[in-house]
């Protein structure tokens, strides 16, 4: 099914299902978002087609590069006629066609984490030691 959502971007299903999708899609868009060789050989074993790949690491990961996660929405959309199961869509947030405007990306605060932040002073030292 993650095929699908790639494709087509939003799909409609049981309300079990979505819920279970959501976590596998906010996986496979974060290894698109990693891109490398082994989030590739991930996604193989993921998504089917090489188009829906080739989204995956290009379209979908520029479209999120910003955002932290929630990459996924599911809304509710009523009973089905025949057993009465719960309906739902799944989509994508950020994108032209969704059925409600997603909220913006939270921000990323400006401090580093700390290993960074004194491996970055390090290496600050040492440029203005060589000078």
């Known amino acids: 099914m993650i095929t699908q959502l790639l494709e087509k971007e939003r799909i409609r299903t049981t309300l079990p299902k979505a819920m279970a999708l959501k976590q596998y899609a906010d996986r496979v868009i974060t290894m698109g978002k990693q891109g ?32 932290q996660g929630g990459y996924t929405r599911v809304v509710k959309a009523g009973w089905r006629e025949r057993d009465a199961a719960p309906l739902a869509f799944i989509e994508f ?21 700390f290993s960074v932040q004194a491996y970055l002073r390090q290496q600050q030292q040492q440029q203005q030691q060589q000078s």
């Open 36 to 67: 490398t060789q082994q989030a590739w050989d991930k996604a193989c074993g993921i998504v089917r087609t090489d188009r829906e790949r080739h989204k995956l690491f290009t379209t979908m990961a520029l479209r999120y590069r910003d955002r």
């Open 93 to 113: 947030v950020d994108w032209p066609g969704e059925l409600r405007p997603a909220e913006p990306p939270k921000t990323i605060s400006p401090l580093l984490p």
